[in-house]
């Protein structure tokens, strides 16, 4: 079991930035890849950035790519997304997920997922 919570998030102005932190727990040995995902209203779930617990690689969304970095703090078990230049689009709920086996993009691979967070990117 692990257990994931996220926080961070907020009302921002377009242009703006945030960072949204998630606290992992539980049985992280067990934990190979880490994310983020976004869900905005009436729209699937849809991938943002991952890294592998080691931190060694990292995946990106076209879309995020030059203004999004992930991160992670090993030793506080903590992951990190730093938003910047955020767009009126870039409005959802945040999610953290990690996998046993995988890093990357597809959703159904992640079995563990935090209760989101809601970014709000006002123009």
């Known amino acids: 079991q692990v257990l994931l919570v996220e926080s961070g998030g907020g009302l921002v102005q377009a242009g703006g930035s945030l960072r949204l932190s998630c606290v992992a727990s539980g049985r992280l040995a067990s934990v190979y890849g880490m994310g983020w995902f976004r869900q905005a209203p009436g729209k699937e779930r849809e991938f943002v950035a991952a890294?592998?617990?080691?931190?060694?690689?990292?995946d990106y969304a076209d879309s995020v790519k030059g203004r999004f970095t992930i991160s992670r703090d090993f030793a506080k078990n903590t992951l990190y997304l730093e938003m910047n230049s955020l767009k009126p689009e870039d409005t959802a709920v945040y999610y953290c997920?990690?996998?046993?086996?995988?890093?990357?993009?597809?959703?159904?691979?992640?079995?563990?997922w935090g209760q989101g967070t809601q970014v709000t990117v006002s123009s």
């Open positions: 997920a990690t996998s046993p086996d995988y890093y990357g993009s597809i959703t159904y691979r992640y079995n563990y």
């Open positions: 890294i592998t617990r080691s931190g060694g690689f990292t």
